[in-house]
């Protein structure tokens, strides 16, 4: 729970005053935050890329060495193949009768038929290894050049929150001491609430041009003097969030 270190009750001007430094500190927290929040889901892309680079890679080359085990399976059917041929044309030299000297003839042309069908198998396989050679050739180019900006985008990032990481313990620590400074809990945890659901983060604004310099929705003349007067805290009937004069804020209208 927030507490008063000064065992005081703080004023609306006080609290206003008070939630407005917080604004500010977190705002600029929330600054670091997205400058700091872009890289890492750029660094985080480019390794998800680079891993399916990789596994393609690997893939191509499984599916290359699976169709050499083709070819050479292709190789031992040609083989035999050939070997069948030989010794049926040796049978037909000693054959006795047409019919199997017809048999044998048919059978070196199947024979014939499986070492073609086997060879062009040969050439298929051949021909798609060709091709996921060269698609591995490209993939490697596009790998290269994908970790060459990994590793810029990890040295971008790594300064980038060595700058930062001070600065945004400094503003956290800040924050701290203003939040324990607060004695008013619901107040406290209505801006955080309404920050939260900000689109820009803001759960306090001041008036610009006589409107909500959160939603832009015209004030009320006589709203805008109870805001000046700092008596207690209003909130944008629109918006809902916090309003502070500029004067109170240290800002100009």
């Known amino acids: 729970m927030a507490t008063n270190k000064n065992e005081q009750p703080l004023s609306a001007e006080q609290r206003l005053s008070a939630l407005y430094q917080l604004q500010t500190l977190l705002s600029e927290i929330d600054r670091i935050r997205t400058i700091r929040g872009e890289l890492p889901l750029e660094v985080k892309d480019l390794e998800d890329n680079i891993e399916g680079l990789k596994t393609r890679i690997d893939n191509y080359k499984k599916d ?44 070196i042309e199947f024979q014939t038929l499986e070492v073609q069908l086997g060879e062009k198998h040969l050439n298929e396989n051949a021909r798609i290894v060709d091709a996921k050679k060269s698609e591995i050739k490209a993939t490697e180019e596009l790998l290269a050049d994908s970790q060459h900006i990994l590793k810029e985008k990890q040295s971008e990032l790594e300064e980038i929150v060595s700058e930062t990481k001070a600065d945004e313990e400094e ?83």
Do not use: W
């Open 64 to 107: 290359i060495d699976a169709l050499k085990k083709k070819s050479a399976e292709e190789n031992n059917k040609i083989a035999d193949a050939k070997a069948q041929i030989e010794k049926y044309k040796k049978q037909l030299d000693i054959v006795r009768n047409n019919k199997e000297y017809d048999i044998l003839s048919k059978e």
């Open 171 to 253: 503003l956290r620590t800040r924050a701290k001491d203003l939040e324990e400074n607060f004695d008013d809990e619901r107040l406290l945890t209505a801006f955080k609430r309404i920050r939260k659901n900000a689109r820009n983060g803001l759960g306090i604004v001041t008036i610009e041009r006589d409107a909500c310099g959160g939603c832009f929705n015209r004030i009320p003349p006589q709203k805008q003097t109870e805001i000046r007067m700092h008596k207690k805290i209003i909130v944008c009937e629109y918006c809902g969030r916090i309003l502070i004069d500029p004067q109170l804020a240290g800002s100009e209208e």
